[in-house]
């Protein structure tokens, strides 16, 4: 008889980390799919649907990575050519990028930080399905994301805007384990009585 495995759903959510070293393959059809359904299961106050994926992979990217290289000498004029080439190499080369559009409300009752709130919290599920399906990746930003000619090639006309990329593919190495934060110092329970305090407070890096 098969036995069951020792490792629980939660295990895998604690082993995940974030990695830019990504190489083929890319998730794909059907696996593309629900990992991105997983995304559409975030919170969303309203159900107001605000997220907006854009995939960019394949023959497409060396033209993507030319509107980001655009966007960042326009953002920041006074940015080295280092740091271009570095967005270049990284929009050309990774395997795939799922822009995170946010189609955003501001006319509407929910607040658009909650709007904003829902679309982070549908990338990291997209993070989250991607490690459980043996993919990896990371979600990156900068000023480069509030560019309007690059946000209209995404389809996000104001008022909707841009949470970042997510940098998808298989980790080349195994997955780094970064060091991470007690939880202990995160966690308060409180008593009924007293204000909580933090460790993580006097810890501030
Ligand atoms: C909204 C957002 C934007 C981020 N932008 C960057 C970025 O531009 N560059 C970067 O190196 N990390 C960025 N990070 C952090 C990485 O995504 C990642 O969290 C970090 O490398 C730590 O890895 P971990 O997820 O394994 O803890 C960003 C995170 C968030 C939530």
């Not at 649907?49 to 980001?68: E, L, Q, S, T």
């Not at 997955?175 to 934060?181: D, G, L, M, Q």
């Amino acid at each position: 008889m098969a036995q069951a495995s020792s490792v629980s759903p939660l295990d895998v959510l604690l082993e995940r980390s974030s990695t830019g070293d990504l190489v083929a393959p890319v998730p794909q059809g059907e696996v593309l799919a629900r990992i991105l359904s997983a995304g559409l299961r975030a919170p969303d106050h309203g159900h107001l649907c605000p997220w907006r994926y854009v995939v960019i992979a394949g023959d497409a990217r060396p033209a993507f990575a030319g509107h980001v290289v655009a966007a960042v000498a326009r953002q920041e004029p006074d940015a080295p050519e280092k740091k271009r080439e570095k967005r270049r190499r990284r929009f050309s080369e990774t395997p795939m990028v799922i822009a995170l559009g946010m189609h955003l409300r501001p006319e509407h009752k929910v607040p658009v930080m909650e709007q904003e709130m829902a679309v982070a919290a549908g990338a990291m599920n997209v993070l989250n399905a991607l490690h459980m399906e043996g993919f990896g990746g990371v979600w990156i930003s900068g000023r480069f994301c509030e560019d309007r000619s690059l946000l209209s090639q995404l389809g996000l006309e104001a008022p909707h805007r841009l949470a970042g990329f997510l940098l998808v593919g298989t980790p080349e190495k195994p997955e780094r384990a970064h060091v991470r934060p007690d939880v202990g110092d995160h966690v308060a329970f409180w008593d009924g009585q007293t204000p909580v305090t933090f460790g993580a407070d006097g810890r501030q890096r």
